[in-house]
């Protein structure tokens, strides 16, 4: 197996991205005539060749279902599988493999924690704090089950830059607010939101924090002991890893008095139909047969970025970021959204006289691929007065010859619409 | 560019930069709203109808070039047809869009709306050009009523 960490040329950030990009078969195509310009990285991630080795040696060798079986091959997939919670909890730092929950994506986990935690904790008169600039996976889960419980949501503000403001936050707080749930880096505007201080001034009120971790697990280290959070969600596919897995971090503590979420098998201890008790953590939480080779391969795209070292995925990405700001701040007519002073990772942007979808349909012709849209974020563009932003969103194989490319792009659209 | 060129025409481009029809009408006797979730793309069709003509056709609103240009040639091509002329302008534009039609028989049943053929290429844009239509078709199928830019109080007590 090849460790990529020890073919080295490093570039200034440290590692080697032109050999970097070899590993991701999906970059070699061309798409309109042109070379594929992948900067669509916060919609979703391509996966390098260790993960989809992982994934077809699973199926070709040891797929079995887990947990239930004697044979061999279920023995196979049962290890390795939990193997891949244990790469998790390690990633993120989590004390114990029991606080890592296997889900479908982020916004399984959120609407786990809204469902489970949210019911049981939520009364008249509660409170939820949120963000102004959330998705609607961090917005949704909570008012639906604030509508049930006669709970209320409140939002704290944001900048025109796109950075939260602290002081409204400290407000916010108070005797009624029973839960703060606060993405980690801003899928629209890049902000990198302060969450290890707010995690600590929500503590001080005896207020427990999810933090929404999409867009944050593979462009920061995050630590979530240090962190404090008593809920971390994050989802495979923006990781380098495949669809359909996302993993739920919580406390021991706090998931062990959490009532179970879905039904089924696995996540029983014994079942009569006179009375059923549960399984203990995490499969209380993990009903039905699970996403065995999604963890999998989840495991695998974690060895992978660990293997790169996310310091110097992060250094290579804050070079782009800062050289892509530049570049699209010296095309006329172009304004950035989102310009607070810790970001990272996503430029969004707006053109004078020329709406979001028609500068991604002229930039797909030349090959670049960006997101246009509300990028569920509805409330965050009505409070910024758009309709909708273009968007590119950087990787770890992202070069300058790309943001490059980008540039010509605009270029032509500024030229269309003269 | 060439390409590109096919879909974002100069009469396009033109509508886009300076939509016709883009106000409200005071007196509208149908009103749609129509909205395009996936971009944001929105849109505000009012219509007076008499005598089961259209007399009058116009939309406000926010959004991309092809569906700003396509409500604004649209509510032009409407103006003077008959209410079940204009369904059938709206099967023949939506054929067009979704490439189901005969493209040389385009012209004289469109005339200028066969500017917006080239949609068909772009399959993520043909939601956009068939917005205003869609919304007329909502507003077709509407009842007469008067529908007033101002406030209900105001209409109250009349005859």
Known sequence: ?418 | MSDLRELYQEVILDHNRRPRNFRAIEGATRRAEGFNPLCGDRLSLYLKVEDGVIKDASFQGSGCAISKASASMMTDSVKGKTLSEARDMFEQFHQMVIGHADPLALPERLGKLAVFEGVRQYPARVKCASLAWHTLRSAIAAKDEVVSTETSSATEGHG
């Open chain 1, 1 to 418: 197996m090849t460790n990529i960490a020890s073919i080295d040329v490093p570039s200034q950030a440290g590692i080697n991205v032109r050999r970097i990009r070899e590993d991701f078969p999906v970059l070699r195509q061309t798409v309109h005539g042109k070379p594929l310009v992948y900067l669509d990285n916060a919609a979703t991630t391509q996966k390098p060749r260790a993960v989809l080795d992982a994934l077809m040696a699973y199926y070709s060798k040891d797929n079995a279902n887990v947990h239930r079986g004697v044979h061999l091959l279920s023995e196979r997939a049962t290890h390795a599988f939990e193997a891949a919670r244990v790469t998790v909890q390690r990633f993120i730092n989590a004390a114990s493999a029991h606080e890592i929950v296997f889900t479908r994506n982020a916004t399984e986990g959120i609407n786990l924690v809204a469902q489970t935690f949210g019911r049981s904790h939520l009364g008249p008169g509660d409170e939820v704090v949120i963000s102004a600039m959330e998705h609607h996976s961090n917005i949704v889960p909570w008012q639906m089950v604030c509508e049930e419980k006669g709970a209320s949501l409140r939002v704290i503000p944001i900048t025109d830059e796109g950075a939260l403001q602290l002081e409204e936050y400290e407000r916010l707080l108070g005797p009624r607010t029973k839960l703060v749930s606060i993405v980690h880096l801003s899928n629209v505007l890049g902000t990198i939101n302060p969450v290890q201080q707010m995690i600590a001034m929500a503590h001080r009120c005896g207020v427990p924090v999810l933090i929404d971790g999409s867009q944050a697990v593979h462009h920061l280290t995050v630590d979530v002991q240090a962190l404090g959070a008593d809920f971390y969600v994050f989802t495979g596919h923006k990781l380098y890893g495949p669809t359909g897995i996302g993993v739920l971090y919580g406390t021991e503590r706090v998931l062990e008095e959490m009532p179970p979420y879905q039904g089924g098998g696995d996540m029983i201890e014994s079942v009569t139909f006179a009375k059923t008790t549960y399984n203990a953590l995490p499969y209380k939480f993990e009903a039905g047969t699970p996403n065995i080779a999604g963890a999998i391969g989840l495991a695998a795209a974690v060895d992978y970025v660990t293997g790169i070292g996310i310091d110097r995925i992060s250094a290579h990405e804050r070079e782009l970021l800062a050289y892509a700001t530049a570049a699209l701040s010296e095309v006329s007519g172009l304004t950035l959204i989102g310009t607070a002073a810790e970001k990272a990772s996503v430029l969004s942007f707006v053109m004078d006289g020329v709406h979001p979808h028609d500068i991604g349909t002229i930039v797909d012709q030349e090959g670049v691929a960006i997101r246009t849209g509300h990028h569920c974020a509805q409330p965050l563009m009505q409070r910024l007065g758009i309709p909708a932003t273009a968007r590119a969103s950087l990787a770890l194989y992202n070069t300058r010859e790309e943001i490059d490319a980008l540039v010509a792009a605009l270029h032509n659209v500024r030229q269309l619409f003269a």
